[in-house]
């Protein structure tokens, strides 16, 4: 397999010559965000909605993007045709730069890097997965950056017992998952976390796709809540819709994907085989 080519510093570059220094805030001190989309059809999903997104970001930490919109589209689009992979995985950083004393910000970096794209194992999309919940929260969750300390710390203490993602609780209300957001059904409605939660785009595509068939809900919910709701899912760049059997020892649907899941699934999948949301 030939090497990916990644965009650094002006310069496409292959990915083993993609070099920052290690004063860097974002090596230092995390001082950087990101934001990560996915090809169909050789087209990047909502390219617009990500560059949007990574700009938001940016602007609530007080980071410069050294790039317009339209050149990182540009930048996105030729790596694409320069890797020639069927499908990608881009992701598409911004640091702080390189700090003369750890704190003070640099000329922020722009790295955007091009991958086959992630597969998801198909068995979990008809078994379900598992998910654990923990008391804490992500730090500026309006913002994508790369501050995934506890994330990392959490899922790799409960990947070995089964669980696929965990959920945040915060003065014990359902916010997000550590990379997904989360969403419930009771009878004909869809219910979601409305606060302190990063605005996934799959989270949105899903909003305006269902509410062809379920009233939709953004609000506050309690955790005590899941006991009575009857389907569960989290949604994601790259797990798309993906169906939750149970949370901690609370099972959903007697531990089967949903029927209603399985129409969010379909709607969600419908869409994208639509190509209506292909930018010209």
């Given at each position: 397999m030939e090497i990916p080519i990644y965009f650094l510093k002006d310069k496409f570059v292959e990915k083993n010559k993609a070099l920052i220094s290690v004063n860097d805030l974002g090596l230092l001190r995390a001082y950087a965000v990101f934001d990560y989309l996915k090809t169909y059809f050789g087209e990047p999903f909502h390219l617009s909605d990500h560059i949007e997104r990574l700009f938001n970001s940016?602007?609530?930490?007080?980071?410069?993007?050294?790039k317009s919109r339209e050149e990182i589209k540009f930048i996105v689009k030729e790596l694409l045709k320069i890797n020639k992979f069927q499908?990608?995985?881009?992701?598409?950083?911004?640091?702080?730069?390189?700090?003369?004393?750890?704190?003070?910000?640099?000329?922020?970096n722009l790295i955007?890097?091009?991958?086959?794209?992630?597969?998801?194992?198909?068995?979990?999309?008809?078994?379900?997965?598992?998910?654990?919940?923990?008391?804490?929260?992500?730090?500026?969750?309006?913002?994508?950056?790369?501050?995934y300390t506890m994330a990392i710390k959490y899922l790799n203490e409960f990947y070995p017992q089964g669980y696929f993602e965990v959920l945040y609780i915060h003065n014990f209300k359902i916010t997000e998952c550590t990379s997904s957001n989360i969403f419930f059904i009771k009878d004909k409605k869809l219910i979601t976390p409305?606060?302190?939660?990063?605005?996934?785009?799959?989270?949105?595509?899903?909003?305006?796709?269902?509410?062809?068939?379920?009233?939709?809900?953004e609000r506050e919910i309690h955790f005590h809540e899941i006991y009575d709701f009857d389907e569960c899912f989290i949604t994601s760049t790259d797990k798309e819709v993906l169906p939750v059997i149970s949370i901690d020892n609370h099972t959903f649907n007697k531990g089967k994907v949903g029927e209603k899941t399985k129409l969010v699934m379909k709607l969600f999948h419908d869409y994208v085989e639509s190509g209506i949301w292909i930018e010209k």
């Open positions: 940016a602007n609530y930490i007080g980071l410069t993007i050294p499908e990608s995985s881009i992701r598409i950083i911004v640091t702080g730069g390189d700090s003369p004393d750890g704190k003070k910000k640099g000329d922020p955007v890097t091009c991958e086959p794209r992630n597969e998801i194992d198909k068995n979990l999309y008809l078994n379900g997965v598992k998910v654990k919940s923990v008391n804490d929260y992500r730090e500026a969750p309006v913002a994508k950056t790369i501050n409305k606060d302190e939660l990063l605005p996934g785009i799959t989270r949105k595509v899903v909003i305006k796709q269902a509410s062809k068939e379920f009233d939709v809900e």
